[in-house]
């Protein structure tokens, strides 16, 4: 499967974002379907994950209550709203699928062997 992340930007701290991932190539109910993010000079972190059903969600604590992961299964994208931004959420965002009949999502980057190519999210104070 491919995967394109779009909708990145620059935005004031407290404003809202929305990021997308297009799936290509693959059937994309058989992937559970994550974001990570990675700040300069900082290791990937995981943001949040959608089973392949939609049914189960996983959020990091860093972004718990301020972010919204869905998916549009006829579509083939995934969606990460952004709420009440901060300074610290600035990274490169990436999307990322896992091959699984699993709806439990996980937070383990190892287990993700698709990833899209990054979007820039960058929050002014």
């Known amino acids: 499967v491919q995967l394109q992340a779009s909708g990145g930007g620059l935005v004031q701290a407290g404003g809202s974002l929305r990021l997308s991932c297009a799936a290509s190539g693959g059937t994309f109910t058989s992937y559970n379907m994550a974001w990570f993010r990675q700040a300069p000079g900082t290791e990937r972190e995981f943001v949040a994950a959608i089973s392949w059903t939609g049914g189960t969600t996983l959020y990091s604590d860093s972004v718990k209550g301020r972010s919204t992961i869905s998916r549009a299964n006829a579509k083939k994208i995934v969606y990460l709203q952004m709420n009440s931004l901060k300074s610290e959420d600035t990274a490169v965002y990436y999307c990322?699928?896992?091959?699984?009949?699993?709806?439990?999502?996980?937070?383990?980057?190892?287990?993700?062997?698709?990833w899209g190519q990054g979007t820039q999210v960058t929050v002014s104070s």
């Open positions: 990322a699928a896992a091959r699984t009949s699993s709806v439990s999502p996980t937070n383990n980057l190892d287990d993700y062997n698709y």
